[in-house]
C-alpha cells in the first residue's frame, strides 16, 4: 500500500513539473521591435561586427537581468521585446569612444527606434579604395574628436565578404601613429591582394583607426572593390 502512495505521489509530482514545463514553452516570444543605430553627429559609427554591446534593463518585474544588444558593423542594432519601458546602457570600455555611463530611456509599444550618440576619440573621413595593380590601396583622414587618448596605428583591411574587419579578413596592413606625422593629410595605406581572392570579382576593403588603450577601432563602411 505504501509502495502504491509512493508510486503515485511520484506520478503526480512528474505530471505538475510536466506541466509547468508546458506552460513555460507556451510562453508568447515578444514581438515588438526596437531598431536603432550608434551615431556621431547624426552619423553611423563604423565598428567590429558583433564586437561592440549595448544593454537593456527593464525595472518593475521580478526577473531583473540584461537584455544584450550586439551591434552591426555598420553600427546598427535591433532586439525583439516586449513592450515597456527599458533603460539603455553604453558599457563602459566597450567601444572606440569615451565613457558614457549616463543611461537612455526607450518607450517601446509596438516598434521603437533610437540613435545612441557617442563621442568617438577618432572618426575616419572621405576613405577611398582602388585596385592598384596587385593590391588595393586606401586613401584616407582621419581626425581627433576626443583628445583624451593618442592614437596607435590605422590599418586597412582587405576580406572576402561584407564583414570585413580585425576578426574576419585575408590581408592587413597596419601603419603606427608614429608613420604619420600629419593626421590632418591624407594617409595612403596598401595591400597586397592574397592569392586566395586574387581570382574573384572583387574583394571588400576597409580601414580602421585604433586608438591607443583601447581594444575595439573605428571603422570606414566596408566597401566592395572591383578586381576585373
Known sequence: MIMKKNSFSILLIAFVVLLAACKKDNYEAPTSM???????????VGVRSNGVQLELWQHGYQLF?????YVAQDGTFSAALFDGDYKLVRLPGNGPWADNTDSIDVHVQGSATVDVPVDPYFIIKSASFQKSGGAITATFTIQQVNATKDLESVSLYIGQTLITDQNNS?????????TITDINQ??????AIPTALADKDYVFARVGVKTAGVAELLYSPSEKVALK
Open 65 to 69: 537581468s540584461k537584455i544584450p544588444v
Open 34 to 44: 526596437l531598431t536603432g543605430k550608434v551615431v556621431y553627429q547624426g552619423q553611423p
Open 186 to 191: 591624407p594617409i595612403t595605406l596598401s595591400a
Open 170 to 178: 585575408a590581408a592587413i596592413t597596419t601603419a603606427g601613429a608614429a
